[in-house]
C-alpha cells in the first residue's frame, strides 16, 4: 500500500502528489489532479492506485479526498491533444492542476512527486519523477483517484450528448463496443483523430 515515506523524505512541505488520467483513451480529455493531504485531517483510509480500485470505492474516496486535502485539478482539452500529442498534453494538464492548487493552497507546494519517469515543466517548485509512484506514495495515488473519477464523470456527461459510444461505461478508451460504434458513426468533435483507429476512420471517410 502507498505511504507518506516520499513525502517525508523530501523534507521540506508541503510536497504534494500528481497523476493524470486518460492518455489511451481514444476520445476525450486527459485530465490531471495535484494533491496535498492535509496534516491537519486524517488521511482517508484505503486510497491507493486508482486501478486497482472499483468505481465506487474511487468516487467514496474521492469525495473524502476532496473534503480532507488540498486539490487541484487541471485538463488539456482534444484540440490540444491533437496538436501537440498526447504526453505533452498531459504535462499540461498537470501545470494546470498545480496552477489551481496553488490557489487552493495560497502558496505553490515546497515540492511535486509525479507518477512516472517525465516531469512537467513547472515553474513553481521542483519535480520529482517517481516511477510506480501511484502504487508508492499516497499523495500520487490520492491524485489519481481524483483524476479518474474527474475524468470517468466528463465522459459520462459527454455520453449524454453522444450516447452511441459507451462512454459511461468505456470512458473513452477503445473497447470493442466503441470501436464498433465508430464504424457505424463515424467521429465525433470529442474524439482525438491523431490516435490510430479515428485518424483510419478519418481517412476513409475522406476517400
Known amino acids: 500500500m502507498p505511504s507518506l515515506k516520499l513525502e517525508r523524505a523530501c523534507g521540506v512541505v508541503p510536497v504534494c502528489g500528481i497523476d493524470e488520467a486518460?492518455?489511451?483513451?481514444?476520445?476525450?480529455?486527459?485530465?490531471?489532479?495535484?494533491?496535498?493531504?492535509?496534516?491537519?485531517?486524517?488521511?482517508?483510509?484505503?486510497?491507493d492506485d486508482s486501478k486497482k480500485l472499483d468505481?465506487?470505492?474511487?468516487?467514496?474516496?474521492?469525495?473524502?479526498?476532496?473534503?480532507?486535502?488540498?486539490?487541484?485539478?487541471?485538463?488539456?482539452?482534444?484540440?490540444?491533444?491533437?496538436?501537440?500529442?498526447?504526453?505533452?498534453?498531459?504535462?499540461?494538464?498537470?501545470?494546470?492542476?498545480?496552477?489551481?492548487l496553488t490557489q487552493v493552497l495560497g502558496r505553490a507546494p515546497a515540492m511535486a512527486l509525479v507518477d512516472g519517469n517525465i516531469a512537467p515543466p513547472l515553474d513553481v517548485c521542483p519535480v520529482r519523477t517517481v516511477v510506480g509512484g501511484d502504487a508508492l506514495s499516497l499523495s500520487i495515488a490520492a491524485a489519481s483517484i481524483v483524476a479518474k473519477v474527474t475524468r470517468d464523470r466528463l465522459m459520462t456527461a459527454l455520453a449524454r450528448e453522444h450516447p452511441h459510444y459507451g462512454w459511461e461505461h468505456n470512458a473513452g478508451y477503445g473497447t470493442q463496443e466503441h470501436l464498433a460504434a465508430l464504424g457505424r458513426h463515424g467521429?465525433?468533435?470529442?474524439?482525438?483523430?491523431?490516435?490510430?483507429?479515428?485518424?483510419?476512420?478519418?481517412?476513409?471517410g475522406e476517400t
Open 22 to 47: 486518460g492518455r489511451g483513451p481514444l476520445a476525450g480529455p486527459v485530465v490531471a489532479a495535484a494533491v496535498v493531504l492535509d496534516p491537519g485531517k486524517p488521511v482517508p483510509r484505503g486510497i
Open 187 to 204: 467521429p465525433t468533435p470529442y474524439h482525438r483523430s491523431s490516435f490510430r483507429p479515428v485518424a483510419q476512420l478519418s481517412l476513409i
Open 55 to 100: 468505481r465506487a470505492t474511487r468516487e467514496a474516496l474521492a469525495a473524502k479526498i476532496q473534503a480532507r486535502a488540498f486539490v487541484g485539478v487541471g485538463q488539456a482539452s482534444v484540440a490540444e491533444i491533437d496538436r501537440f500529442n498526447i504526453l505533452r498534453a498531459s504535462l499540461l494538464a498537470m501545470c494546470r492542476a498545480v496552477e489551481q
